[in-house]
């Protein structure tokens, strides 16, 4: 007599295959997060309070996931960031902005938010126009002299220096010269990063260099890095040729050097640069600050190749 077999429903054969394509997908999905990556464009930025950011997706692995991700930070009382990537310094402090995958939140990576105090730089005695005079004591007799004029205060520059409206902190300064003068280089077509070398800019400090180069990025939408020649060289950027004497391969060269100091300012060089023949240069400039210790400028010796 034969043994009947029983059938097994076939809803039940459904649900242990829909179970089993559930830890299969989760399996997938674990090990996506943990072979997928997130580069963005920086990963630690120096700000200040007031100033701004903008976060940008370079390369999402796998490709397949597209750069649509997400941003959140951990402490939006020192810094807060758009769903743009837009960056905004509140206070000092240290903020971790957190970046993950839309479709893949797994996949994420952070970028380190230093939000330094905006401390004013203390008036340095080259750039005093009007030294502070020391007080006289009250009741002393004072000499009867000629009066002459102080030795180390100079006169205001005598031309306007351009017409140019003047600016709080260098930082401004040099931003207002690289957009008037070197935008039309910048906006080629073959240009997608900005290298800047301010490593002569000894008036900058770092975060004030950092800032610079944020403007920038924003203004052009492109990559923008504080590099030297010789490093974009040591990495590939940029690579001499026996007709241009050098190429950077889809960039632009910008170099600021600050030069020789007085009372009223400082002297300094400012040039952009696709190659060595397309070099646009001002190669006397002059940077002047008043008594309320803003500056304006002067640009002169002009050199195109």
Known sequence: MKKQVKKVP???IMMLALVFICVLENEVNTQAALKGKIIMNQSKISLVPGSKFKLKVKKVKPSKLGRIVTYKSNKKKVATVSKKGVVRAKKAGKAKIVIASKKNKRIKTTVMVMVQENKKEKKKASYTVNPPMTQKPENSVVPVV????????PEPPKEPANDIET??????????????EFTLMINAGTVNQIAIDLTDCISMSDSEKQILAGLISEKYGKRTVLKTMEELKAEGSIVDDPAYGFVFRGGVFIKIREMEKDSSGFSFYVSCAMNGLSLNAFTHCKAFVDKDNKWSYKLDGKLLS
């Open 167 to 180: 600016f709080d902190h260098l930082t401004g300064m040099y931003f207002d010269i690289i957009s008037k």
């Open 10 to 12: 076939i809803y039940f």
């Open 146 to 153: 000629t009066p002459e004029p102080p030795k180390h205060s």
